[in-house]
């Protein structure tokens, strides 16, 4: 057992609260609250969050600002940009304001920081001082975590609120308004519009045209204006109108963020196809949950392929329990194979894990060891995945992304899909 679990067994959670509350305080101080020179931009929400991020980031740099970052996916000050190795969303408060710091010191204006209902249980808020709040969707997720879906949604308001009651912020005798941009097609927008700021833009697919996906990229017309992005997911329409809508804000056109998206490659690990000259197709996604695992296979379903293998887990460590079975329906549904191996067990027997994944796969009339597989070490489920591969197949990874390590009991692996994939590809 780690020190840190060591610790929430025995101190009560009111003491870790003041804890973590005099913590953020003291790293704000600590490093001179560098926030208040930044025009800083959080995105919460439960799908999308670290793709926009890195959406608005490239939008702002061909505005011609200097931006940084702290997603999911990646740190990054002005043209240092790194993976994030942390295994945390949002990170702990001396490293984020030592971020922020940083970019102060190296230049930047804008600040991009993508704010998880976790960061809120552990006040990693305090400290940051916002002025736009970016609200991409909800839907039930970390609900072991906040006790019920009520109380995870009252984690992400919690953003929108802070950010009404901070100070008003000038830079450059400028004064910068508090802002607040919002999915209007999901269902809990009118909740996060419902907070006293400067500005409040909605955006929405409603009014799109030309909406299409192959495995290039997505393209669709807003506004008269016809964008062609490499981004794969049909998903990323939303994350670009998002990013798009939060370049308004800050009074930046259409052309502009055009250029931008059309210009991305791709975010690592989200969407990502590898190659390496093998005759079948492999994509590695992020997708954790079952809404943004749906999204996936529709996604997918408009590209040419012949079978699907699926390589999927299910994070443990107590949190969403109910929805190991569920991500087995959804593979099991869509996949011609399902193969259940381990993602981030945390302190959970991964093997009860895999049991349940893999009884959700049952359930959508798979047949253990036909064309379902429980592997427990995830590079022998993804050899297993490529030695049943044929041409044209499609080989699907999800739960991992791009992150580089797996959470086990008693710390961390060193691990990356991507890397796994192509050693395996190029030793086959």
């Known amino acids: 057992m780690t020190l840190k679990n060591f610790i929430k ?8 609260s003041i804890y973590h509350l005099v913590l953020a305080n003291l790293a704000a101080l600590a490093y001179g609250h560098p926030s208040k020179n930044l025009i800083v931009i959080g995105v919460t929400g439960t799908n999308g969050k670290s793709t926009t991020v890195n959406l608005i980031s490239k939008i702002l740099e061909e505005a011609g600002y200097k931006t940084a970052i702290s997603s999911t996916v990646n740190f990054k000050v002005g043209d240092d940009d790194k993976l994030n190795n942390l295994k945390m969303t949002m990170p702990g408060r001396l490293f984020l304001q030592h971020l922020m710091r940083q970019a102060v010191t190296t230049g930047c204006q804008f600040m991009i920081i993508e704010s998880s209902s976790e960061g809120i249980l552990q006040h990693r808020q305090i400290g940051v001082a916002y002025d736009c709040m970016v609200f991409t969707n909800l839907t039930p997720e970390h609900l072991q975590a906040h006790g019920g879906f009520e109380k995870y949604k ?43 700021v400067d500005k409040k833009i909605t955006f929405s697919r409603h009014g799109l ?4 996906n192959t495995e290039a990229g997505i393209g669709f017309t807003f506004e008269n204006v016809d964008f062609n992005l490499h981004l794969k997911g049909l998903f990323d329409i939303y994350n670009s109108l998002a990013a798009i809508t939060t370049a308004k804000i800050f009074d930046i056109d259409l052309a502009t963020s055009k250029s931008a998206l059309e210009k991305i490659p791709g975010i690592p690990g989200r969407m990502e196809l590898i190659d390496e000259g093998q005759n079948f197709k492999v994509l590695v996604d992020y997708a954790p949950e079952p809404i943004g695992l749906t999204q996936m296979y529709a996604t997918v379903q408009n590209w040419q392929h012949a079978k699907i293998i699926h390589v999927l887990g299910s994070t443990g460590g107590g949190r969403d329990i109910d929805r190991r079975k ?7 549904e869509n996949a011609d194979t399902v193969i259940v191996t381990n993602e ?16 959700g796969a049952l359930e959508k009339n798979k047949i253990l060891d036909q064309n379902l597989f429980k592997i427990l070490d995830r590079r022998q489920a993804i050899m ?23 959470a086990v009991k008693d710390g961390y692996i060193p691990w990356d899909d991507r890397k796994i994939v192509r050693e395996i590809i190029r030793q086959r």
């Open 344 to 359: 981030d067990p945390y302190n959970d027997d991964p093997r009860k894990i895999i049991d349940d994944v893999a009884a």
């Open 154 to 196: 009252a984690a992400k308001l919690e953003y929108f609120h802070y950010l009404e009651n901070l100070p008003e912020k000038i830079i450059d005798n400028k004064k910068i308004p508090k802002a607040i941009v919002v999915n209007a097609d999901d269902l809990y927008a009118q909740e996060f519009l419902n907070f006293r």
């Open 384 to 406: 297993k995945a490529i030695s049943l591969a044929q041409e044209n197949d499609l080989i699907i990874l999800t739960g991992k992304g791009a992150e580089q390590k797996i």
């Open 326 to 332: 569920i991500l087995g329906n959804i593979a099991g």
């Open 9 to 16: 067994l025995f101190v009560p959670n009111s003491l870790l």
């Open 209 to 212: 045209r030309n909406i299409n």
